[in-house]
């Protein structure tokens, strides 16, 4: 019997079976480099997260009103004046009219649970509470079902720029 093709991804092999079946990560582990790794209080935050929002996922409970805390509201605040900048310049006139019509301002993290009440109103789309990344199998299975996943967490204050590669 012939062994199936090896694959690469990014020049590194990969075990196309973990598409078809994924892992279930059931505990939130910050990647090597994470600028949040020796930070215990972001870190304690990020689990806290991790689990509630995996939760409402598994649970299909739509996502959680996050009570975020005043640092996060701050990294929010800080962050947003230099996306806004950048999304004139290059997101779609379509994005960013949704941007206004959804309110979302630079002075308060959206909560999602609103948001995607109003974008099931609008396009009979919804969006679906992430812990983080999800595999891809199972984030083109919400896509299928008129889904999107997203994260409710705020990136580490020191590097809001920093996103791992999924795995």
């Not at 929010?76 to 994005?95: F, G, K, T």
């Not at 109003?118 to 896509?143: K, Q, S």
């Not at 889904?147 to 996103?163: A, K, L, M, N, Y």
């Amino acid at each position: 019997m012939n062994d199936p093709p090896i694959l690469t991804e990014y020049g590194v092999p990969f075990d196309a079976q973990r598409m078809v079946t994924p892992p279930d990560v059931t505990e939130l582990e910050l990647e090597p480099g994470h600028p949040g790794l020796g930070d215990a209080q972001y870190s304690h935050r990020r689990h806290e997260l991790f689990a509630l929002c995996r939760r409402h996922r598994l649970e299909q409970l739509g996502p959680p009103i996050i009570h975020y805390t005043p640092e996060e509201t701050r990294i929010w605040r800080e962050v947003s004046p230099r996306l806004d900048e950048l999304h004139v310049q290059h997101a779609s006139q379509i994005y960013l009219q949704a941007k206004r019509e959804l309110a979302i301002t630079r002075d308060e993290i959206p909560q999602l649970r609103l948001l995607s009440g109003r974008l099931r109103e609008e396009t009979n789309m919804h969006l679906v509470p992430a812990e983080g990344a999800l595999p891809y199998r199972t984030f083109y299975e919400y896509i299928a079902q008129r889904g999107f996943p997203v994260t409710q967490f705020i990136r580490h204050g020191s590097h809001p720029e920093f996103t791992p590669e999924p795995t």
